[in-house]
Nanobody, 122 residues
Framework: EVQLVESGGGSVQPGGSLRLSCAAS????????MAWARQAPGKEREFLGA????????HHKDPVRGRFAIDRDNAKNILYLEMNDLKPEDTAVYSC???????????????WGQGTQVTVSS
């Protein structure tokens, strides 16, 4: 059974930074490209970016490009999301997910974790 458990969320002031982690189990992590997404209250899930199986390639969507960075450690089965220069509009529940097919910029998703809350407020 695929299990994805996010951690590292919390409250931060505008301009601050957070590093989210996603611990993966129940599948061969290194054989899957992975993704991060977020969902704000009353809005649909927003795809933020993806990383290839080896971590060699990444794709980040416009709202977060240059501020967020996706990385992975296949030896530890952990996916990361480094978030810098956080803004109030970044407030959301952040989730990691598996990619089952497609390109990094337009993937088909498999399973998602439950997510971790990030709140950006002064």
């Amino acid at each position: 059974e695929v299990q994805l458990v996010e951690s590292g969320g919390g409250s931060v002031q505008p301009g601050g930074s957070l590093r989210l982690s996603c611990a993966a189990s129940g599948f061969t992590f290194s054989q899957f490209a992975m993704a991060w997404a977020r969902q704000a209250p009353g809005k649909e899930r927003e795809f933020l970016g993806a990383i290839s199986k080896t971590g060699e390639f990444t794709h980040h969507k416009d709202p977060v490009r240059g501020r967020f960075a996706i990385d992975r450690d296949n030896a530890k089965n952990i996916l990361y999301l480094e978030m810098n220069d956080l803004k109030p509009e970044d407030t959301a529940v952040y989730s990691c997910g598996t990619i089952t097919s497609g390109e990094l910029w337009s993937p088909t998703f498999g399973s998602w974790g439950q997510g971790t809350q990030v709140t950006v407020s002064s």
